[in-house]
């Protein structure tokens, strides 16, 4: 019998996705207070932010959003 406790390793990172909670708030809260311009601005800094600075996803993904 495997003791499941024992060999399972948990942590607030462990979401499926590998980005904590934390991380993501300050990521949109930067997105937030950079985006002026209305929504070309906000989309050209999301962009330069998730894709090319914290590579969270990629181009093409990024563009079929």
């Not at 024992?6 to 985006?35: M, P, Q, Y």
């Amino acid at each position: 019998m495997i003791d499941i406790a024992a060999n399972e390793t948990k942590t607030k990172v462990d979401a499926g996705h590998g980005i904590s909670f934390g991380d993501a708030f300050r990521v949109w809260l930067r997105v937030a207070t950079l985006s002026f311009g209305g929504p070309a601005g906000q989309i050209a800094v999301m962009h330069r932010i998730l894709v090319e600075e914290k590579n969270w996803i990629s181009e093409s993904r990024f563009c079929t959003l």
